[in-house]
């Protein structure tokens, strides 16, 4: 972690920390550095880093229990809303069935009315991250969901409904974040075919908001939603296992050593 500046200090360190977070995938349960820790890395005195934690814990993001320590907690929407996507959020098959029951709640509606209020320009947008995923394809870059990113925020601005924006923006943040186990399962595909299928998957969501047509708009929505969450499930199924086969291997490297 890289020295910060006096200048908004508290938010700096929290956003240091929620970082740190991030970066090192840490779920529900795993401890953070200490203060002494967290002060020495980030150059600022314990005090600042107190009160960053302070603020982290009353959005939901930590916990701390006395005689354990500050962990990372199981975040609300709350800790969503106010710090954006974390790791922990979707660590669960569990949390994956919360989180498909709120696209299918909010993103069809969604779509129906951008149907009815997307300008040219709207268009434009949502048909220029449809070319970037091409371009991804081409330029053999699979590891990059700005394409992706950028279609659903287009998608979403064209309903201008700022109501609608502000709580949808966090679930295209998790969006993106979703990108990241479907590339490490996918890595046998070549860019050129992992984007091709994210093609076509998201075009007929461009062509129904593209008629005007909010049946037809929320219709391909449904689909859309269930067809990306049937790739989503599967491929959770298969990182669980692969994290319980890791867990048996360990345990008889443990009992093979002992």
Known sequence: MEPISREFLFDKVADSIIELVRVHNLQP????????????????????????????????????Q???????????????????????????????????EARLVLEPEMTAIAAIRA???????????????????????ADEGKPLEDFHSAMLD??????????????????NQLQRPIVSVLAPVSPKEFWQARMELHRPLYEAVCSGDPVLARKEA???????HAELRRIMAQRESLDQQSGHDE???AHATS
């Open 251 to 253: 345990a008889a490297l």
């Open 119 to 141: 300008k040219p320009e709207d268009l434009e947008k949502i048909r220029d991250a449809l070319d970037a995923m091409a371009n991804a394809g081409a330029a053999g870059i």
């Open 29 to 64: 349960g795993d401890k953070i550095p200490t203060e002494v820790e967290l002060s020495r890395a980030l150059q600022v005195s314990r005090t600042s880093i107190r009160e960053a934690i302070r603020g982290l814990v009353a959005t939901g993001v930590l916990e701390q």
């Open 222 to 228: 449904i689909e859309h939603i269930e067809q990306a």
């Open 158 to 175: 064209a309903t201008h409904n700022p109501v609608l924006i502000q709580l949808c923006g966090p679930i295209i943040g998790l969006l």
């Open 66 to 100: 006395q005689g354990i320590g500050t962990r990372v907690a199981q975040p609300s929407m709350v800790a969503l809303m106010a710090h954006g996507p974390l790791p922990s959020l979707l660590a669960t098959s569990e949390q994956l069935e919360y989180f498909i």
